[in-house]
T-cell receptor, first 117, second 111 residues
Framework: AQKVTQAQTEISVVEKEDVTLDCVYETRDTTYYLFWYKQPPSGELVFLIRRNSFDEQNEISGRYSWNFQKSTSSFNFTITASQVVDSAVYFCALSGGAYNYGQNFVFGPGTRLSVLP | EAQVTQNPRYLITVTGKKLTVTCSQNMNHEYMSWYRQDPGLGLRQIYYSMNVEVTDKGDVPEGYKVSRKEKRNFPLILESPSPNQTSLYFC??????????FGPGTRLLVL
């Protein structure tokens, strides 16, 4: 069975601080995909990044960066110099490989990030 | 603009009154799905569809129906809504890279 754990339920930081959101996953698939989504207070779910299991390179996009470590089954998300607009619930998600993706899109419970001015 | 649209965005109804939430995507995606989001329970999949005329149950299908007659549309039907179906509903479509793109959500209150 697939599982995603986000141990941090809520995090509060002051603007301009760096913050890392943890994501640990479990899967028996050798091919799988990891995702991060943002849900701001307005409620929509915004796709941030996709990473497949064969690509362990870290990725940076502006103030966002992602650290994928297969050895520890983790896919952590760091926001550098946080801003109030980063306040949202962030979800990590896991999907099985293309042969098995019909139902297997599992979300973590989410981490609520509050960035205080 | 590539998007998933849902209607209505907000709906208040009464127990037993049939309703349909529409979902449409303009990205030519084959895969579409419905989720509900509830406090403390996270996002749970209701139904999904791998292609036209192909649908299957997700984790919480009871009380819901879906149909997929066209590639772009995937309506969610509640034939006899009950208060425990009060929730935030999301439709999503999925690209070949398996990323899901979500609609804006539909907030449903069943009295």
């Amino acid at each position: 069975a697939q599982k995603v754990t986000q141990a941090q339920t809520e995090i509060s930081v002051v603007e301009k601080e760096d913050v890392t959101l943890d994501c640990v996953y479990e899967t028996r698939d050798t091919t799988y995909y990891l995702f991060w989504y943002k849900q701001p207070p307005s409620g929509e779910l915004v796709f941030l990044i996709r990473r497949n299991s064969f690509d362990e390179q870290n990725e940076i996009s502006g103030r966002y960066s992602w650290n994928f470590q297969k050895s520890t089954s983790s896919f952590n998300f760091t926001i550098t110099a946080s801003q109030v607009v980063d306040s949202a619930v962030y979800f990590c998600a896991l999907s099985g490989g293309a042969y098995n993706y019909g139902q297997n899109f599992v979300f973590g419970p989410g981490t609520r990030l509050s960035v205080l001015p | 603009e590539a998007q998933v649209t849902q209607n209505p965005r907000y709906l208040i109804t009464v127990t037993g009154k049939k309703l349909t939430v529409t979902c449409s995507q303009n990205m030519n995606h084959e895969y579409m799905s419905w989720y509900r989001q509830d406090p403390g329970l996270g996002l749970r999949q209701i139904y999904y569809s791998m292609n036209v005329e192909v649908t299957d149950k997700g984790d919480v299908p009871e009380g819901y129906k879906v149909s997929r007659k066209e590639k772009r549309n995937f309506p969610l039907i509640l034939e006899s809504p009950s208060p425990n179906q009060t929730s935030l509903y999301f439709c999503a479509s999925r690209d070949l890279g398996l990323a899901q793109y979500f609609g804006p959500g539909t907030r449903l209150l069943v009295l």
